[in-house]
C-alpha cells in the first residue's frame, strides 16, 4: 500500500524557517518524481514543487521560488521542503504528493505563519 | 488570476448527471494530459482522473473525463449523495513550468 507521511510542520513567526519532511513506502520511491502541494484554509489546491526521480530537474511555484527548497534522499526514502523567510499567506496544509498526474497523497501537515 | 478556470459550483439531485468544465490554453490543456482530482471535506484530494480521460483502479465508472481543445471535463452520472465535495483539474503547464490547479467546483448533491 502506497503511503506518504509528512512531518514538520507547526507555528512559526514571519521571517522564520521549517523542513518539512515526507516519508515515502510502498513503492520503490526512486522511481518516481515527487511534488509538494499546498491548501491555504478554504482556499484550494496549489502547486508548490517539483523534483524529478534523482533531483536533477526541480520546479517552484512563482510565490516559493527564490524562498523555499525542495530535495529528496532516495536511501531514505524521503522527500524534504525547506521553507525560509517565512510569510503569513505561506499558512496551508502542506501535502506531498507522487509522480507528475499526483496519484497519491499524504494526509498533510499545518504551517501556520503568525506572530 | 489562475491558469485552469472552473465554475465554482455545480449541484443536481440524485441520479442526475453533473458536468464540469475546465479551461485552460494551448500551452496546458492543449498540449499536456488533464487531472481531475476530489477532495470531501476535512480530507486530502484523491486522484479520480489520469490522462484526460482514464480512471484509477478502485474509482467508480460513474465518473469520466474527456478533453477537447484547450478545455476539458468532467462528468459524474447517477449522482450520489457521497459525490458531495470539491473537484479540481489540473495539468502541467509548459510556457510556466508548473503544475497548476483549476480554481474548484463546489458539487451539491440536492
Known amino acids: 500500500e502506497v503511503q506518504l507521511v509528512e512531518s514538520g510542520g507547526g507555528l512559526v513567526q514571519p521571517g522564520g524557517s521549517l523542513r518539512l519532511s515526507c516519508a515515502a513506502s510502498g513503492f520503490t520511491f526512486s522511481s518516481y518524481e515527487m511534488n509538494w502541494v499546498r491548501q491555504a484554509p478554504g482556499k484550494g489546491l496549489e502547486w508548490v514543487s517539483y523534483?524529478?526521480?534523482?533531483?536533477?530537474?526541480?520546479y517552484y511555484a512563482d510565490s516559493v521560488k527564490g524562498r523555499f527548497t525542495v530535495s529528496r534522499d532516495n536511501a531514505k526514502n524521503s522527500l524534504y521542503l525547506q521553507m525560509n523567510s517565512l510569510r503569513a499567506e505561506d499558512t496551508a496544509v502542506y501535502y506531498c504528493?507522487?509522480?507528475?498526474?499526483?496519484?497519491?497523497w499524504g494526509q498533510g501537515t499545518l504551517v501556520t505563519v503568525s506572530s | 488570476q489562475s491558469v485552469l478556470t472552473q465554475p465554482p459550483s455545480a449541484s443536481g439531485t440524485p441520479g442526475q448527471r453533473v458536468t464540469i468544465s475546465c479551461s485552460g490554453g494551448s500551452s496546458n490543456i492543449g498540449s499536456n494530459y488533464v487531472y481531475w482530482y476530489q477532495q470531501l471535506p476535512g480530507a486530502a484530494p484523491r486522484l479520480l482522473i489520469y490522462?484526460?480521460?482514464q480512471r484509477p483502479s478502485g474509482v467508480p465508472d460513474r465518473f469520466s473525463g474527456s478533453k477537447s481543445g484547450t478545455s476539458a471535463s468532467l462528468a459524474i452520472t447517477g449522482l450520489r449523495s457521497e459525490d458531495e465535495a470539491d473537484y479540481y483539474c489540473a495539468a502541467w503547464d509548459d510556457s510556466l513550468s508548473g503544475f497548476f490547479f483549476g480554481t474548484g467546483t463546489k458539487v451539491t448533491v440536492l
Open positions: 504528493a507522487r509522480d507528475t498526474g499526483v496519484d497519491y
Open positions: 523534483i524529478s526521480r534523482i533531483g536533477s530537474t526541480i
Open positions: 490522462r484526460s480521460n
